[in-house]
């Protein structure tokens, strides 16, 4: 890592950051900073690009290179660099952080504005601006709501602007804020992704004049969306921090480019937790009752979840309630019909048994029937003097410290009396953004103290595992995997589109934030006994790219199943630490979602390149082989292989690397090949 100050004696300066094999410069010319280059170590700069890396608009005019003057510029350390600039129209400062992120091969960008005059200030900013140079552009994004999450799709840039936009409150309820472009004509490829779990905007912009549209520069933004869609009025003295920005660029693949992004989450981002390192098993109450519980049924649950090897048992929504989970959502006593004895008596005999006992909440959330919304209205986020409602639920204002306290005060109970050390946290609302705001910023405060309060809780408690979850993946960003130790990737539990689930959260995330389950046939729990034991491993083995846990009627399990499952589960815990610090390829392309054809195959490479993993998934209308070219691997050395444990022999890694067949007997087959260097 380096960060070189050039002609610090001379009117024009160049500052370079260098991550890993990416660097970022930027130069003075004629009082500007402009962007010099962006890409990998050593590329030429950029004579063609114009614009500062800052854009935005100040009083409705969008700011210009000559309303800005560099007021300041400093190296705190060898990793970093600061400026600061002075907008010459308005009081108003801009300090701008970039960091080089270890040898991740990541910058990452932070803004903070200031308003150091008397008089209010509106102002949009984003947190990423780059103007990337000529070229033929196709841009990969990451697309889908409810159940149907982080599909990858994969377009041309033609004339004009491609606009992105989340608006529901919730961050990820449509699209992720993620992104990559391919510059095929240079061959580089640059991604990004926003650290904010709020609304915000992305858009890419070419806009045609005389030359060929290959010949004009890219604009590429993305940044928070302030409430209604409006402005941030800055009040005098005020500073205000813009979401980060994580950004890389690759000479390779798509996944060269991820796995930048993927190695910054896992050294820089992730909130550590040593009680989920490696990533435990979880067995959850959901999917075999749906909230209808008690506390047979759930010691029953828990005996079978012991027996197939289950670290962690999570009591999941309806513990609570007496007639109705949602409406009386925020009263979190134990049913005293359903648990007569309270949570004490199940979390004891969880313990008993090997597991942590986890519990659900959705403490962001009141329902309309609670004790608790009857009595604190006023704790809900308002839109017209009113509580946004959504359904039954409105979302509670983390912002104000009453709230904070109330949410602390619920879960140090229940960590007193239960003795939990898993608490899944839900978030299963759409607020929008017409939020009562008088400075655009009210949806941004509670984001930012509802982070806070996460933390403030881990580090109360740094061996309770914290999982994010909102509807499934509705609210799985960047921002939210710093303050959580995983996050449930979606509701939809089904094995066939559950593969396109697990290719799309890997392509944005490290797999152990990536939590998913094995559930059955159904989404009820229910398995079919008569399926053949090479179905129930796929099953088994479609969760099992990220964080692994089963939901499901395992009392109805025959012998054979169970042993099949405790298999399965014996096979993720000997593969799960090596497979949580991979670099992760995917080998064919993303299966569709809804009708999953050909092969699905992803491969876990250790840094060390001494060492890989790969999952091949047989899927429907497929050939019974499949070549697949692996990544990694040191072509010098010997690898022996094993495929669910039986030996291949050995090959090269130049030979794996010009191609290695797999094979499945039948469709809806799952195989584990492993390779480990022998020499």
């Not at 129209?89 to 960091?99: K, N, V």
């Not at 480019?257 to 896992?266: F, G, V, W």
């Not at 608490?423 to 405060?445: P, Q």
């Not at 209308?621 to 697949?628: G, N, R």
Request: hydrophobic content about 40%.
């Amino acid at each position: 890592m380096l960060l070189l100050l050039l002609g610090i004696a001379c009117p024009a300066q160049t500052w370079r950051l260098e991550s890993g094999s990416v660097e970022y410069r930027l130069r003075q010319d004629n009082g500007s900073i402009l962007i010099d280059y962006f890409g990998p170590v050593g590329g030429a700069p950029w004579k063609d690009v114009r614009r500062l890396d800052i854009a935005g608009t100040l009083e409705g005019r969008a700011l210009r290179p000559g309303d800005l003057i560099l007021a300041s510029a400093s190296a705190p350390d060898a990793r970093s660099l600061q400026l600061v600039y002075r907008v010459t129209r308005a009081s108003l400062e801009i300090e701008a952080r970039y960091a080089a992120m270890g040898d991740t091969g990541v910058i990452t960008r932070r803004l903070t504005l200031a308003n150091t005059g008397t008089a209010p200030i509106r102002v949009r900013m984003d947190s990423l601006a780059l103007e990337l140079p000529p070229g033929e552009y196709d841009l990969s994004y990451l697309w889908g709501g409810w159940g149907r999450e982080r599909q990858l799709a994969t377009e041309p840039l033609g004339p004009g602007r491609r606009d992105f936009i989340s608006r529901r409150g919730r961050s990820t309820n449509g699209y992720a804020s993620w992104f990559s472009l391919h510059n095929k004509t240079l061959g580089v490829r640059y991604a990004a992704e926003l650290a904010y779990s709020g609304n915000w905007e992305m858009s890419f912009e070419r806009y045609p004049g005389s030359a060929p549209l290959a010949a004009d520069n890219l604009d590429a933004r993305m940044g928070m969306r302030f409430d209604s869609g409006g402005v941030l009025t800055l009040a005098p003295g005020r500073r205000f921090e813009l979401p980060a920005v994580a950004m890389t660029a690759s000479a390779g693949s798509l996944d060269d480019a991820a796995n930048h992004l993927h190695r910054y989450q896992r050294e820089f981002v992730m909130a550590r937790n040593p009680a989920n390192q490696p990533p435990l098993v979880q067995f959850n109450s959901w999917y075999p009752f749906q909230g209808k519980l008690t506390i047979a049924d759930t010691k029953r649950l828990a005996d079978a979840a012991a027996g197939i090897g289950a670290e962690v048992f999570v009591l999941d929504a309806g513990w609570y309630n007496q007639k109705d989970w949602s409406r009386e959502l925020g009263d979190y006593e134990a049913d005293p019909v359903g648990f007569p004895g309270g949570l004490a008596e199940l979390g004891a005999y969880v313990r008993s048994k090997g597991m942590k006992f986890g519990i659900w909440t959705e403490i962001e959330n009141l329902g309309t029937g609670s004790e608790t919304f009857r009595q604190h209205p006023d704790w809900c986020l308002a839109g017209d003097g009113h509580p946004l409602l959504s359904g039954d639920r409105c979302q509670m204002d983390f912002a104000k410290p009453e709230v904070r306290a109330w949410a602390r005060a619920v879960l140090d109970r229940l960590v007193r009396e239960a003795g939990i050390g898993w608490v899944k946290i839900d978030f299963n609302i759409d607020i929008g953004d017409e939020v009562d705001s008088a400075a655009g910023d009210r949806l941004y405060n509670h984001v930012m103290a509802y982070y806070a309060w996460l933390d403030e809780l881990r580090a109360a408690y740094p061996n309770l595992i914290v999982e994010n979850c909102s509807s499934g993946g509705l609210r799985f960003d960047l921002g939210i995997i710093a303050h959580t130790n995983t996050t449930w990737l979606s509701d939809q539990v089904l094995p066939k589109p559950s593969v396109q689930l697990a290719y799309g959260c890997t392509i944005e995330f490290a797999p152990q934030v990536c939590n998913h389950w094995m559930v059955g046939d159904k989404d009820n729990g229910e398995v079919v006994l008569s399926n053949p034991p090479g179905w129930w491993d796929f099953l088994f083995r479609v969760p099992m790219n990220g964080q692994f846990g089963i939901s499901s009627r395992v009392f109805d399990w025959s012998p054979p199943l169970r042993l099949r499952a405790a298999e399965n589960v014996a096979l993720y815990k000997r593969l799960r630490t090596e497979m949580m610090r991979a670099d992760v390829y995917h080998l064919t392309p993303s299966p569709d979602h809804d009708e999953p054809e050909g092969w699905m195959a992803l491969e876990y490479a250790a840094p060390e390149r001494d060492r890989a993993i790969v999952m091949a998934y047989r899927l429907g209308q497929s050939a019974e082989t499949k070549i697949l070219k692996l990544f990694g691997l040191d072509p010098q050395r010997e690898y022996a292989i094993q495929a669910d444990g039986h030996s291949l022999g050995t090959r090269s890694g130049r030979e794996l690397s010009g191609g290695f067949t797999v094979q499945a007997d039948a469709e809806w087959r799952a195989v584990v090949y492993e390779f480990q260097a022998v020499r």
